[in-house]
C-alpha cells in the first residue's frame, strides 16, 4: 500500500525567494508521483507527473520536482515565487500495479508576501 | 469544452435525509472517482469506477455509495448523512485509471453541510 507525507501544512515565501515543498512516499511497487496545485475555490490541477523517465520533472508554471529513490522523496521547486502561486499544493502517489487508486498528501498551503 | 461538472456546489441538509451529488463529464472517460477533503488531511479517495459497471472501494467508502449505469455519469449517494459527512467532495475523471499518462480532471466541488 502506498502513502504520501508533505513536511509543514503552511509555507510563507517571500515574492522572488526560492519555493520549497517537500513530500516523501512509501510504495511497495515503483510509484507514479503527482503534484497538484488547488486556487481558491476551485478544483485541482496537475503541475507536473513522474513516471520514470527521468528524475527531474518540470511542470507548468515554473516548477520542478526531483525523483530521489534513495530518499523516498519528491520535493517542489520553484527558483523565484510570484503572487499567482499562493495556493495549496498537493502530492500524490499511485502505484504502477494498482490504476485506480490514488492517493493524496495533507497538503501545503502556500502564502506569498511582498 | 471538456469539463467535469458537480452538482449541487453547496448543500445544507440535516441528518439523516438521503442526498446524491451528480457528477457528469463530457470526456468519453472511462475512469472516475470521487474523493472528500478535510483540512489537514488532504484528499481521500471514497470510491473509483473504471469503467461502466464497475466501481470500487477507496481509502474512505463507509456511509457512502456510488454506481456508474453509464459512461458519463458517476453519482455518489449518502442514504443516510451524518454530520461527520461534512465536507468538501471532488469529483475526477480520466481515460483510464491513475497512471501517469491519465491526468485527473477535477470538477469544482461541492461544499456539504450535515446538520
Known amino acids: 500500500a502506498q502513502s504520501v507525507t508533505q513536511l509543514g501544512s503552511h509555507v510563507s515565501v517571500s515574492e522572488g525567494a526560492l519555493v520549497l515543498l517537500r513530500c516523501n512516499y512509501s510504495?511497495?511497487?515503483?510509484?507514479?508521483l503527482f503534484w497538484y496545485v488547488q486556487y481558491p475555490n476551485q478544483g485541482l490541477q496537475l503541475l507536473l507527473k513522474?513516471?520514470?523517465?527521468?528524475?527531474l520533472v518540470k511542470g507548468i508554471n515554473g516548477f520542478e520536482a526531483e525523483f530521489k529513490k534513495s530518499e523516498t522523496s519528491f520535493h517542489l521547486t520553484k527558483p523565484s515565487a510570484h503572487m499567482s502561486d499562493a495556493a495549496e499544493y498537493f502530492c500524490?502517489?499511485?502505484?504502477?500495479?494498482?490504476?485506480?487508486?490514488?492517493?493524496f498528501g495533507a497538503g501545503t498551503q502556500v502564502v506569498v508576501t511582498p | 469544452e471538456a469539463q467535469v461538472t458537480q452538482n449541487p456546489r453547496y448543500l445544507i441538509t440535516v441528518t439523516g435525509k438521503k442526498l446524491t451529488v451528480t457528477c457528469s463529464q463530457n470526456?468519453?472517460?472511462?475512469?472516475m472517482s470521487w474523493y472528500r477533503q478535510d483540512p489537514g488531511l488532504g484528499l481521500r479517495q471514497i470510491y473509483y469506477?473504471?469503467?461502466?459497471?464497475?466501481?470500487d472501494k477507496g481509502d474512505v467508502p463507509e456511509g457512502y455509495k456510488v454506481s456508474r449505469k453509464e459512461k458519463r455519469n458517476f453519482p455518489l449517494i449518502l442514504e443516510s448523512p451524518s454530520p461527520n459527512q461534512t465536507s468538501l467532495y471532488f469529483c475526477?475523471?480520466?481515460?483510464?485509471?491513475?497512471?501517469?499518462?491519465?491526468?485527473?480532471?477535477f470538477g469544482d466541488g461541492t461544499r456539504l453541510s450535515i446538520l
Open positions: 475526477a475523471s480520466s481515460l483510464g485509471g491513475t497512471g501517469p499518462n491519465q491526468p485527473q480532471h
Open positions: 510504495s511497495s511497487v515503483p510509484p507514479y
Open positions: 513522474y513516471t520514470s523517465a527521468a528524475t
Open positions: 500524490a502517489v499511485s502505484e504502477s500495479d494498482s490504476w485506480g487508486k490514488l492517493q
Open positions: 470526456m468519453n472517460h472511462e475512469y
Open positions: 469506477s473504471m469503467n461502466v459497471e464497475v466501481t
